[in-house]
């Protein structure tokens, strides 16, 4: 049985009051907050078995280079990829998307080419192929979405030619809440020839991945969304197309052989992991993973479903508020603007209830602006979050309303 107040009770920072309130974080979907399971396993770490790892000969070297290379499989385990060798560690999603772009992007994308995004995509996954749309030529083609939010199948197929490259997609919107037909997308880029992207951020967090299902080429998500440590990423890509990419940084760990006249370098992951890696974030990462499969991925999703559905009926039901992405379907994410009230005062006032949110333009302003606003509230949901949560975000928009 899913026990939301008791899962509630391995968050240490739930328990701890807002300006003399409970705690309704409803942020989860800029951080999630870490469950003490993940803590107090990065305290054992650094207190029992640091070294560096893939370097030492000794005890603490050998027992934290198998933790790490556990974790990696953890992750491998979580979103079902063939092997360890296709998971790639990254300081976050951001990082992973740009580590494509600047190696796989930069030697096989060439002037004549099509990458196809949409609107409802993250920063991360926009700014990267604009910079290399301008440093290669290639044409970078924007997939409109409906009034609503949603993905609108006609008009993906529209954009699709044999000169599309990639695809990179949100598998779920930050600020809509919009899940995409990603299996679908890479079916159907896949009959072009087209390599696909998955921005896993928001989607992993609430629904099961499975990669292999899925067949995309490229998947990106961060640790710290997933209830795991910050500065610590995943790049999944199928083996084959790692293989085929040139290293994205260099230095330790990359090499195979070093002379003052040529290096070569390493078999992936090892070849785009640079350095000294995040390692207790990495074995943190692995912990946490570990924490919603044992929680039951299921179990997270129908609970969050649940809550979905009544945030959305207690929200509609706010005079004067309107939301921000309504497509069917969607995951726990409500943006939303109230007649009359400026984003940022909401926010404060809600602060002084106890209930954290998000404005402004959510690390996405064209979508933003694309939906007809400039800065709009953002609530969201994590594993954690109850009906108290919304029931606390709905009076304290009502109490705001009566400041203006």
Known sequence: MYDVY???????????????????????????????????????VYSHEYANVNRGNYYLSEMITEDYEGAREIVRGFINAKSAKEIVFTRNATE?????????????????????????????????????RDEIGFTLKVIKIGDDGSFIWDEFQKLLTPKTKLVAVTGMSNVLGTILPVK????????????????????????????????????????????????????????????????YQTGGDMVDRVTYEKTTFDLPPARFEAGTPAIVE?????????YMQELGMENIEAHEEELTAYAMEKLSAVKGLKMIGTAPGK???????VEGIHAQDL??????????????????????????????????????????????????????????
């Open 184 to 247: 679908e997308i890479c079916a159907k880029a896949h009959e072009f020839g087209a390599k696909v992207l998955v921005d896993a951020c928001q989607l992993i967090v609430h629904k099961k991945v499975d990669v292999q299902d899925m067949d995309c080429d490229f998947l990106a998500f961060s640790g710290h969304k997933t209830y795991g440590p910050t500065g610590i990423g995943v790049l999944y890509g199928k083996y084959e197309i790692l293989d085929s990419m040139p290293p």
């Open 282 to 290: 990495a074995i943190g990462l692995g912990r946490a993973l570990q």
């Open 96 to 132: 992973s998307i740009n580590l494509v772009a600047a190696s796989w992007g930069r030697k096989f994308l060439k002037p004549g080419d099509e990458v196809l995004v949409t609107e409802a995509e993250h920063h991360a996954n926009l700014v990267p192929w604009q910079i290399l």
């Open 331 to 337: 995951g726990g994410v409500f943006s939303f603007v």
């Open 6 to 44: 008791e899962i509630r009770k391995d968050f240490p920072i739930l328990s701890l009051e807002m300006e003399g309130h409970r705690n309704a974080f409803l942020d989860s979907a800029a951080s999630a907050q870490k469950p003490q399971v993940v803590l107090d396993m990065m305290k054992c």
């Open 347 to 404: 926010s404060f006032i809600l602060n002084k209830e106890g209930v954290s949110i998000r404005v402004g333009h959510h690390c996405a302003e064209p979508l933003i602006h694309r939906m007809g606003e400039e800065s709009v509230a953002r609530a969201s949901l994590g594993l954690y979050s109850t009906k108290e949560d919304i029931d606390q975000l709905c009076a304290s928009i009502e109490k705001a309303k009566t400041f203006f």
